[in-house]
């Protein structure tokens, strides 16, 4: 049964760098793609980034480039950084695993969608001065 | 993106009713939907993937349907266990999630 374990700091100044790290047991590494989301009260679920085991990565545009997602296949583990940090970032950290779905070939290519089917406990992150 | 509105934003029933959760999509994702579960302190748990599909373990009180932009999640003969929020999700062309339903004892 696979079972997702991130750590990171939780307490950070404005203008700091997240530093986020899940680690994946269980289950294959690469036959799924590796997620990051987070939740706060302002903003609800916001997805930030998607990344898989080859280092093909996909970033949720609304939150520019601050963010940085990069794996280590060697640990089955997936990072997040998030560099100049302010209090609009405080929120729940998740991981997630993005089960993948065959959706069709569009434009003579395979194409296939992704929904998350497991998730992290989440890490609080509190950007404070 | 693609916003998703969920609808209502809370919604309050008994145990053994009927319930009825709507999702709607600012453009067609086809099926490309699902459904969670959160509650207080821990993390979203799928329940429904492309729109209709049960999630393992999931009890088959829950049942979802739609296609293009308009979804429902329905949950029959409700549990003690169901009060929690609820989340529609899109994921047609990145990830949006809706805004939650939040499912309260009457």
């Known amino acids: 049964q696979v079972h997702l374990q991130q750590w990171g700091a939780g307490l950070l100044k404005p203008s700091e760098t997240l530093s986020l790290t899940c680690a994946v047991y269980?289950?294959?590494?690469?036959?799924?793609?590796w997620n990051w989301i987070r939740q706060s009260p302002e903003k609800g679920l916001e997805w930030i980034a998607e990344?898989?085991?080859?280092?093909?990565?996909s970033y949720n545009p609304s939150l520019k480039s601050r963010f940085t997602v990069s794996v280590d296949t060697s640990k089955n583990q997936f990072s997040l950084r998030a560099r100049s940090v302010t209090a609009a970032d405080t929120a729940t950290y998740f991981c997630?695993?993005?089960?993948?779905?065959?959706?069709?070939?569009?434009?003579?290519?395979?194409?296939?969608?992704?929904?998350?089917?497991?998730w992290s406990k989440g890490t609080t992150v509190t950007v404070s001065s | 993106d693609i916003p998703v509105t969920q609808s209502p934003s809370t919604l309050s029933a008994s145990v053994g009713d009927r319930v009825t959760i709507t999702c709607r999509a600012s453009?067609?994702?086809?099926?490309?939907l699902a459904w969670y579960q959160q509650k207080p302190g821990t993390a979203p748990k799928l329940l429904i993937y492309?729109?209709?599909t049960l999630e393992s373990g999931v009890p088959s009180r829950f049942s979802g349907g739609g296609s293009g932009t308009e979804f429902i999640l329905t949950i029959s003969n409700l549990q003690p266990d169901d009060f929690a929020t609820y989340y529609c999700?899109?994921?047609?062309?990145?990830?949006?999630f809706g805004q939650g339903t939040k499912l309260e004892i009457k």
């Open positions: 269980g289950g294959s590494f690469s036959d799924y793609s």
């Open positions: 492309k729109a209709s």
């Open positions: 997630a695993r993005a089960r993948r779905q065959f959706g069709g070939i569009v434009a003579m290519s395979l194409t296939y969608y992704h929904y998350m089917d497991v």
């Open positions: 453009e067609s994702i086809s099926t490309w």
């Open positions: 990344i898989d085991h080859r280092g093909a990565t």
């Open positions: 999700q899109q994921y047609k062309s990145s990830y949006t």
